[in-house]
């Protein structure tokens, strides 16, 4: 039986700087990986350990896999001092997904904050990919400082894409910034979109992920339509740990994608 721990070997072909603290990695596995947007895969440093990240990449790739991450903890400091060609390993996909086939034909809004759009990244690309099978696609993307936004060389080209509106906002904005200064739900309330028609997804950190959702219900978004990516805690991938528990499910195999009427329950879910 195959070992359930065991990685693919892979390599380090580039890494992209997003901003002080966050690096893109462009990873090729010695074995190509298919996943669907939204699952997650283990990124483990040879001999030291491992820990899950969500692809940022198209899933309509599979010989090469692009992972954004924060340098935030051990096995996240090691990678961000790493150098192209450095040998890494691979395991899964692991998890839930996101349900495109239900997001067709209508609006889709993508709330991200931080570091969170690292993982709405795949989901964008796959949108679109076939772009012309939703309704308006809107992306609504916070960060702290105009220095903190990642993907700063990529959203000028997303802006051109017929079918995709992109809004930005910064909690600080400096001299050069003209866009909106507020937090991520300050930008939530667009008169263009019917939210009875249209579907959320979202993601980033926990404080933001609780009043995105709040802000969400309160523009009349229902509840079984907004999709939250609930990347914590995950260890193991595959439901043996318990580190992942939230409530009566593993978020590692019942999620990471979870709709908000599923999760509501639970107490503190976003702690």
Not at 3 to 27: C, D, G, R, W
Not at 51 to 73: D, H, K, N, Q, Y
Not at 253 to 261: E, H, L, S
Request: hydrophobic share 40%; with cysteine; proline share 7%.
């Amino acid at each position: 039986m195959n070992n359930p721990y065991l990685p693919i070997a892979a390599t380090i072909e580039e890494i992209i700087e997003e901003s002080a603290s966050i690096k893109t990695f462009v990873i090729r596995p010695d074995e190509e990986i298919v996943f669907e947007t939204g699952q997650f895969v283990e990124l483990t440093v040879p001999g030291v350990g491992e820990a899950p990240f969500t692809p940022s990449s198209s899933p309509s790739v599979s010989e090469r896999m692009e992972i954004t991450i924060m340098e935030a903890g051990s096995i996240t400091r090691l990678l961000h001092g790493m150098s192209p060609g450095a040998k890494v390993g691979l395991r899964g996909p692991y998890g839930v997904g996101y349900p495109l086939e239900k997001f067709r034909g209508r609006p889709v809004v993508i709330v991200g904050g931080g570091v969170g759009l690292a993982p709405l990244r795949s989901l964008l690309l796959a949108l679109m990919e076939e772009i012309q099978l939703y309704d308006t696609i809107y992306l609504k993307y916070g960060a702290k400082t105009p220095g903190d936004i990642i993907y700063r060389r990529l959203i000028p080209e997303w802006a051109e894409v017929e079918g995709l509106d992109v809004t930005l906002t910064v909690d600080g904005g400096d001299e050069d910034w003209k866009g909106n200064v507020g937090v991520v739900t300050t930008i939530l309330d667009d008169g263009r979109i019917d939210p009875a028609k249209a579907v959320a997804v979202a993601c980033g950190p926990p404080i933001m992920m609780k009043f995105a959702t709040s802000r969400l219900l309160e523009l009349g978004y229902r509840e079984d339509e907004i999709y939250l990516s609930m990347e914590r805690n995950m260890s193991c991938g595959i439901g043996k740990c318990g580190h992942c528990r939230l409530g009566e499910y593993y978020i590692c195999k019942d999620g990471p994608v979870f709709t908000w009427n599923k999760i509501k329950h639970v107490e503190e879910p976003f702690a």
